[in-house]
């Protein structure tokens, strides 16, 4: 009787195997092979995408609320006074300095935050 081994590596045993249709994966072999890869979608838009929206949500939001006598910080980290905003040119003027009267204009998009609710806010309404 001939070694099994040898009989798998016949000639005969190999065309034929090769000419047999190969089985189709089912769905719970297609779902265990894509689910790493939703995962990763999925935590990449939940730690990425959508913090970023929201944060440009707000920053849309509180540049449509802007208006004059606003207590501002720009990005660079400059406080003034909305003196003028001009929408459709982008612009903010801004107070830096009452005594010498000194204004600065920035674009809308340099506002980072309004400040509410200051001390000074309170001891001049005292």
Do not use: H
Not at 99 to 113: D, E, R
């Amino acid at each position: 009787m001939p070694d099994p081994v040898i009989k798998l590596l016949s000639i005969p045993s190999v065309v034929a195997q090769a000419g047999q249709p190969r089985p189709q994966p089912g769905g719970l072999e297609l779902l265990l092979t894509y689910l790493p890869m939703l995962l990763i979608v999925l935590v990449a838009w939940l730690l990425l995408y959508r913090p970023e929206r929201e944060r440009q949500r707000r920053q849309q939001e509180l540049l449509a609320a802007l208006k004059k006598n606003d207590r501002v910080v720009t990005a660079a980290g400059i406080y003034g006074i909305v003196a003028n905003v001009d929408r459709e040119n982008d612009r903010v003027t801004l107070k830096v300095d009452e005594a010498a009267n000194m204004k600065i204009t920035v674009t809308m998009s340099s506002i980072s935050k309004v400040i509410v609710g200051t001390t000074d806010d309170a001891a001049a309404d005292a």
